[in-house]
């Protein structure tokens, strides 16, 4: 894998660096975690947005909750 060059504010660099010496992490891997972070943060928001836009039609709403249900699979506890 190669690297690159960004510019971050010095803030910004700041923060990322007392992150990853908090961890042990490297600048690098940081920043990969951070970037990866972000990425399943806007994932689980666009997906509250599309639930919460499902909800908006009764109709829809019932038919999604049907085949949530049909197609869950037990955990096997309890």
Known sequence: ??????????????????????TGASLIETVRDATEALSRQRFAHQVAAELDELRQ????????????????????VG
């Open 1 to 22: 894998m190669g690297t690159t060059t960004i510019r971050v504010d010095t803030d910004t660099h700041s923060r990322l660096l007392d992150l990853s010496r908090a």
């Open 57 to 76: 039609n009764p109709r829809a709403w019932e038919a999604y909750l049907a085949e949530a249900d049909d197609t869950s699979v037990s955990d096997g």
